[in-house]
């Protein structure tokens, strides 16, 4: 009998292999650098034995996600979303969305995923095509409080819809 390696599969990685991968793939975030907050989750996809996708998960930055309403204890921030060639970011965001985040979510107690996407680095799509839920907006105004450095717009993406929905706190009109 003849045993073959899997074409594809995924696997944890710890952050210093994730951190080599986002620099050789020159993801334009760099490397994930923020502190070790409650949990982090990193994952990657190998076709033949090689790496050729990343995602990176862990705690939001902030108590609440943008003005949304969501809180950090009910959710996964999917902070990096890397990969070697272009076509595998796709692959990967829906292979971490069915079958990643669910056992993420379990282990800690979390309802949805979010993601912040920069605009002005990515258009969105990827998240749109996937099915995520465009929940809010972010940044662009001044200085990040954090880094010092200039603000940038961001939009929110949130999966699964109808969760998302559901944990979305109406924000009030501006009296006229």
């Known amino acids: 009998m003849m045993l073959v390696a899997p074409v594809q599969h995924i696997e944890a990685v710890d952050r210093a292999e994730l951190n080599r991968l986002l620099v050789r793939w020159g993801h334009r975030m760099g490397p994930y650098q923020r502190p070790a907050y409650t ?4 994952h990657a996809m190998f076709e033949r034995g090689e790496p050729v996708a990343v995602a990176a998960a862990g705690e939001t930055v902030r108590e609440v996600v943008g003005q949304t309403g969501i809180r950090r204890a009910a959710c996964v921030e999917l902070v990096r979303l890397c990969a070697a060639r272009p076509g595998l970011c796709r692959p990967m965001l829906r292979l971490w969305r069915e079958m990643l985040f669910p056992a993420i979510a379990a282990a800690h107690g979390r309802a949805l995923a979010v993601s912040y996407q920069d605009e002005a680095l990515h258009s969105g799509d990827l998240y749109r095509f996937d099915g995520w839920l465009l929940v809010g907006r972010g940044g662009g105004g001044g200085t990040d ?16 819809r109808d969760v998302a929905a559901a944990a979305l706190t109406p924000i009030p009109e501006a009296a006229e």
């Open 39 to 42: 949990f982090e989750a990193h």
């Open 145 to 160: 409080a954090r880094t010092g450095r200039s603000g940038r717009r961001m939009k929110i993406w949130a999966w699964p």
